[in-house]
Every structure is written in C-alpha cells, then in structure tokens.
C-alpha cells in the first residue's frame, strides 16, 4: 500500500503535534508540572507575607489553581466553534480530505487544494501516537491518522514501505515505527 486517505479535522492533528515538543526537550505535561510548581513556589510565600496567614495562601492559591483549570476548560470548549465559524468566513471546509502518498522519491501530503511533499532524505523521524503516525521532516511534521488504515496490517504495510525509504539515520531514530513493523 502506497497510499493512506480520509477525512482530516481542522486542527486535529494538534494533539499530535504537541509530542513533537517532547522529542525536542520539554513535553507538553512537563511545561504544565513547571508552571504549576513555579506557581505553588512563588504564590504560597508571597500569599502568606502578605496576608500573614499560611492558612489564607494556601487557599487563595488553590483558587487561582481552581480558576485557570476553569479558565482552560472553557478555552478548550469554545475552540471548536470559533474555529469552525472563521473557516466558514473564509469559505474553507471543517472536514477535508486527506491522502498520504509514497513515491520512490518523497512523501506526499494532499491535503484538499494544498499540497506538500518531503524528499526522503528530509524525513528525520517516524513515531506513533495512540490516534496518529507522525513524519518529521526537518523541524514541521506530517501527521497521518491512523484510522484511515482499514486493518492492522495495512498499516504495517505502509508504515514498512516508509521506513524502506527512509534514510539509516531517520530509521535508528524511530524505534516506534521500526518496532510496529517487526511486531
């Protein structure tokens, strides 16, 4: 198989994109364990000097905690809507289609009216999320969802036929790829 197709969200391949940061340093839930001790660090004492209560620190921190959770929550919520609205103004679907294509010279990314392709020697990593295939190519990413393979071993086909293409360098530095194809 040289060819994966489906139906992309908008913003969907997000989530995926964020273990990018993770093999570059930080990961997305460590940046949120910093920022939420640096919080705790530096809010609890100056909470308590001023109020001159520990007691009343604590809880005022615990609030502000309580309000960005909530803060976050309905960022999250009202994404979606504004997103889909703004592509509505702009005349662009939600929903587009999607075809990942192998050619003996590069990966091929047909995304709707736009189309991207990666000579193979760019292709520096290959890894799996739960829900996505991720192809780094030098510092952007092609992300292909995993649901658009009909079986387990469609995938593995595809998924061989890349790392086949893939440079020695590119294939010792995804172990995730090179362990689903010999599973």
Do not use: H, N
Not at 58 to 71: I, N, Q, Y
Request: with cysteine; charged share 20%; hydrophobic share 50%.
């Amino acid at each position: 198989m040289s060819e994966a197709t489906g139906r992309l969200v908008v913003g969907e391949s997000t989530a995926a994109m964020a273990y990018i940061k993770a093999r570059r340093g930080l990961s997305p839930r460590q940046m949120k364990v910093i920022l939420l001790v640096s919080m705790l660090a530096v809010g609890v004492p100056l909470a308590a000097w001023w109020s001159g209560s520990w007691f009343k620190a604590l809880l005022s921190v615990e609030f502000a905690m309580l309000g960005l959770g909530v803060g976050i929550f309905i960022v999250q919520q009202a994404t979606g809507p504004t997103v889909r609205k703004a592509l509505a103004e702009r005349g662009q679907a939600y929903e587009q289609a999607l075809t990942f294509r192998l050619t003996p010279e590069a990966l091929v990314y047909d995304l709707d009216d736009m189309t991207m392709s990666a000579r193979w020697p760019c292709v520096t990593d290959l890894y799996r999320t739960r829900k996505y295939w991720v192809f780094l190519v030098q510092s952007s990413a092609m992300v292909l969802p995993r649901r658009f393979f009909p079986t387990e071993e469609a995938e593995r086909a595809f998924i061989a036929q890349a790392l086949s293409r893939m440079t020695d360098a590119a294939r010792a530095r995804s172990p995730d790829a090179t362990r689903f194809v010999a599973a």
